[in-house]
């Protein structure tokens, strides 16, 4: 059963920084596209940033310049650095692997979600 546990989150200031960990387990990152979500209260799952199988990364617009999206073959992780934090980025986050199609990310939608790991931004 493939799981994802996500971590790293915690309560900053803004302009502050984190890095966001996700491992996998009955799953080979390397082989696949792996997205990171972010879900804020009361509003929808967001896709943030992804990555290919190479080295072709993506991000939203809101947080390009600030998110940073990697991947560690060796460990089978996939992070998420995040530097300049806003307060409205505040949320869980939570990562996934998928595939692109025609340049656009696409989670494997039969894979549950992770627990997340919670941002929270504020002075």
């Known amino acids: 059963q493939v799981q994802f546990v996500e971590s790293g989150g915690g309560s900053v200031q803004p302009g502050g920084s984190l890095r966001l960990s996700c491992l996998g387990s009955?799953?080979?990152?390397?082989?696949?596209?792996v997205g990171w979500y972010r879900q804020a209260p009361g509003k929808q799952r967001e896709l943030v940033a992804s990555?290919?199988?190479?080295?072709?990364?993506n991000s939203a617009d809101s947080v390009k310049g600030r998110f940073t999206i990697s991947r560690d073959e060796a460990r089978n992780a996939v992070y998420l650095q995040i530097n300049n934090l806003k307060p409205e980025d505040t949320a869980v986050y939570y990562c996934?692997?998928?595939?692109?199609?025609?340049?656009?990310?696409?989670?494997?939608?039969?894979?549950?979600w992770g627990q997340g790991t919670q941002v929270t931004v504020s002075s």
């Open positions: 009955g799953i080979t990152f390397s082989r696949y596209a």
């Open positions: 990555i290919g199988i190479g080295i072709r990364t």
């Open positions: 996934t692997r998928g595939t692109y199609i025609s340049g656009t990310y696409y989670r494997t939608t039969n894979d549950y």
